[in-house]
């Protein structure tokens, strides 16, 4: 929950030995390809699509009008969810913050993958997520990457 302090003056500014991201519309792609930060986000939801408490704060700040769309330009993420189809709101929690992040300036590197305990194959689907999502944060914060992986099978 301390993610304003220690995160937030860290995200906004380029990775110090990258290229900082150029906004100009002739230089979109050269932006797309810039040095990153990397972001992981693991949640599930609780209650009534409430956040868990842990992720609470940090859900608040992508909801408030007030914050930047130019939040999260000089970083990558991928969003994994935990949730259960036997509940009216699988898995809100995750989508809310990959949905949010990308329209705040997030580089989304990875499809949002949600694990559903209501078919029991949460370890189908988070290990091979676990397995594989270093190197594709790796490759995509180094400026080599592509974006999203739209291959990707693991995808809910």
């Avoid at 932006?31 to 949640?43: C, D, F």
């Avoid at 080599?144 to 739209?150: A, C, L, Q």
Wanted: aromatic fraction near 6%.
């Amino acid at each position: 929950n301390d993610f304003k302090k220690k995160c937030l003056p860290i995200w906004e500014l380029p990775p110090a030995d990258g290229t900082p991201p150029n906004s100009s519309s002739t230089n979109a792609n050269n932006a797309a390809k810039a040095r990153k930060h990397g972001i992981l986000v693991i949640t599930s939801t609780t209650g009534n699509a409430d956040p868990p408490e842990n992720i609470s704060r940090f859900t608040r700040y992508l909801k408030r009008r007030t914050t930047s769309p130019q939040t999260f330009t000089n970083c990558s993420y991928a969003v994994l969810g935990l949730g259960d189809t036997n509940y009216d709101s699988f898995c809100a929690t995750a989508k809310l913050v990959d949905r949010k992040i990308g329209e705040l300036g997030g580089n989304r590197v990875k499809k949002l993958v949600c694990a559903d305990e209501g078919t029991g194959t949460m370890e189908e689907v988070i290990d091979p997520w676990l397995d594989g999502i270093l190197g594709v944060m790796e490759v995509e914060c180094s400026g080599r990457g592509t974006g999203v992986d739209d291959d990707d099978d693991d995808d809910a």
